[in-house]
């Protein structure tokens, strides 16, 4: 069974940074891009980034390049997003989802950016 | 980045058919397609067809998808209570290379 599931979220002050991690499970994990997509209070999804399986090809949306920073370990099955200079708009849900079509998603970490 | 449009609500009365359109352009929608994602209230997204338009197994045939030039459409035919949800389209731009959503197509079954 696949699973996602998605860790280090919180309570974060305006500037301040913050590392999301993703711990993959039931499929082998470097075969598959992966993404991150977050949704603010109320909101629809908004693509975050994403970085292939073998590849190494990443791409970021425009407000996350030079602030956020994807990342993966295939050995330990694992996705990271760094996020840093971390600002109100930023507060929401972040998901990590597989693939290219987002065919399996996690739970979710909320990410609130205030003071 | 723009996103792809989306109408923001539709209703419909129960057992009547819903189509939810999104629309794109020859770089996104037109050139690979569509994905198409379902989000009940306070639950994760989930998908429902993959831009080649295959169905994930375990979604309803009640669903289906088709596209025309730049534009995407999902159909639930046979709408149920627990079709009520969020509906996104997701599409990969070529030119942009990123992922762009719509804004959602928030559908209430009446």
């Known amino acids: 069974e696949v699973q996602l599931v998605e860790s280090g979220g919180g309570l974060v002050q305006p500037g301040g940074s913050l590392r999301l991690s993703c711990a993959a499970s039931g499929f082998t994990f470097g075969s598959y891009g992966m993404n991150w997509v977050r949704q603010a209070p109320g909101k629809g999804l908004e693509w975050v980034a994403y970085?292939?399986?073998?590849?190494?090809?990443?791409y970021y949306a425009d407000f996350a390049k030079g602030r956020f920073t994807i990342s993966r370990d295939n050995d330990k099955n694992a996705l990271y997003l760094q996020m840093n200079s971390l600002r109100a708009d930023d507060t929401a849900m972040y998901y990590c989802?597989?693939?290219?079509?987002?065919?399996?998603w996690g739970q979710g970490v909320l990410v609130a950016v205030s003071s | 980045q723009a996103g792809l449009a989306q109408p923001p609500s539709m209703s419909r009365d129960l057992r009547q058919t819903a189509t939810l359109t999104c629309s794109g352009s020859k770089n996104n929608v037109g050139n690979q397609g569509a994905a198409w994602l379902q989000q009940r209230q306070g639950h994760p997204p989930k998908l429902l067809f993959y831009?080649?338009?295959k169905r994930p197994s375990g979604i309803s045939e009640r669903f289906s998808v088709s596209r025309s030039g730049n534009t995407a459409s999902l159909t639930i035919s046979g709408l149920q209570a627990e079709d009520e949800a969020d509906y996104y389209c997701?599409?990969?731009?070529?030119?942009?290379?990123?992922?762009?959503f719509g804004g959602g197509t928030k559908l209430t079954v009446l």
């Open positions: 997701t599409a990969w731009d070529s030119d942009l290379t990123v992922w762009l």
């Open positions: 970085a292939s399986g073998i590849s190494g090809n990443i």
């Open positions: 989802g597989r693939a290219s079509d987002f065919d399996y």
């Open positions: 831009r080649n338009n």
